[in-house]
């Protein structure tokens, strides 16, 4: 028996095979065709916002965002360190700076907090990370950066479908960035997206994703190449017209693990987050005080076919690439230290079975 930690959500081959079929009539199979603009059309709907730029991954995305809106270079942007290399990554390779802010015990997003004695004449923005699906503090975080004239882009990589007071996550700050993984909740293979309000970014984003060129005898910017394939995009639209029963599907392997996990001493779960409608994206499990560590938990269920991820592990400002930084040290971020240390995600996709949740379980407890 093997159990990943995630498995991607596919359409029937039949459905993906059609999607696809009209690309051998057209031998369009890139360079914004028919499917990738209609997926953009698709998510602008779906999400209820009126600009969205697809990727072909997530992280060019939040690279592109951040280039496009104009900030002094060599500035200094507020982010947390307990999220995936790509957000730090692309936070440097920009031209900035990370000043790495603690989280917040409850929920693992960026402790709001904290955020206001971080900021300087250098800072010109604030990245937060919706982490495991969970919601950072968008009313705080845009009374804070409205108070200091800054910049907020969203890395939602973990927060597809995910809705506040019924607005959508796509909907907050400057900009939001998705990654479409095959690990994600919604997937296009590889890909992601950034979706934002502004009518001026329309054609930096192009510019940034498709090498500046405007047209067949102008290139006008200086950029890359970042665009999404026909292919990505079709597996993209078949995925959309699943979502919502996929997302059933993994609220239902949620309840079972939380009844079976509750309550026991030694593990804690996130709490649902007051009126956050979520994506079941993961299922984070701290053991603080357990009978066993998180380490021996992650072996013994290694050992037994089972996948679980230390994840976030190691926190990125203990990264070795980043030992020169300042703002670097988990020092200076212990509660986020302390939580990378203790947390593990069980498996957790829509086609999971209700038994194999049970086995992961009896592991845990036994």
């Known amino acids: 028996m093997r159990i990943n930690v995630t498995r991607s959500s596919m359409p029937t081959i039949e459905e993906y095979v059609s999607e696809i079929s009209d690309i051998w009539d057209s031998h369009w199979l890139t360079n ?27 992280h060019l995305a939040l690279e592109n965002i951040i280039t496009a809106l104009d900030m002094k270079k060599g500035g200094e942007i507020i982010t947390t360190p307990f999220t995936f290399a790509s957000t730090t990554h692309a936070i440097v390779r920009t031209g900035f700076s990370p000043i790495f802010c603690d989280i917040n015990p409850e929920n693992y997003t960026i402790d709001v907090e904290k955020i206001e004695e971080l900021i300087t004449d250098k800072t010109v923005a604030i990245i937060p990370v919706h982490v495991y699906g969970n919601m950072c503090d968008v009313e705080k975080i845009e009374r804070i950066a409205s108070a200091y004239n800054l910049k907020v882009i969203y890395d939602s990589a973990h927060a597809f479908g995910v809705k506040y007071k019924g607005v959508s996550s796509a909907c907050f700050g400057d900009a939001t960035m998705y990654s479409f993984h095959a690990t994600k909740v919604f997937n296009t293979i590889e890909g992601g997206a950034v979706c934002y309000h502004q009518d001026n970014l329309v054609r930096k984003l192009n510019d940034l994703r498709d090498f500046g060129i405007r047209s067949e005898e102008d290139v006008g910017y200086i950029g890359g190449n970042a665009k999404m394939n026909e292919f990505q995009a079709a597996m993209g639209l078949c995925n959309l017209r699943h979502f919502n029963e996929e997302i059933e599907k993994r609220r239902n392997v949620v309840l079972h693990y939380r009844e079976r996990l509750r309550e026991r001493i030694g593990i804690k779960l996130c709490n649902p987050q007051e009126d956050v409608e979520p994506n079941y994206a993961y299922f ?38 980043y030992s020169d930084l300042k703002s670097a040290g988990i020092e200076k971020t212990p509660i986020a230290a302390y939580i990378a240390e203790k947390v593990l995600t069980l498996p957790l996709y829509a086609d999971l079975n209700i038994k194999d949740v049970d086995i992961i379980c009896d592991l845990i407890l036994s």
């Open 32 to 58: 914004m065709g028919e499917k990738h603009n209609a997926l953009e059309k698709e998510l602008e709907s779906f999400l209820n916002v009126p600009h969205v730029s697809l990727y072909t991954n997530g």
């Open 284 to 321: 984070p499990v701290v053991f603080d005080k357990y009978k066993y560590s998180r380490d021996e938990i992650y072996r013994i269920l290694k050992e037994n076919g089972i996948g679980a991820r230390k994840y976030f592990y190691p926190l990125t400002n203990s990264f070795s690439c």
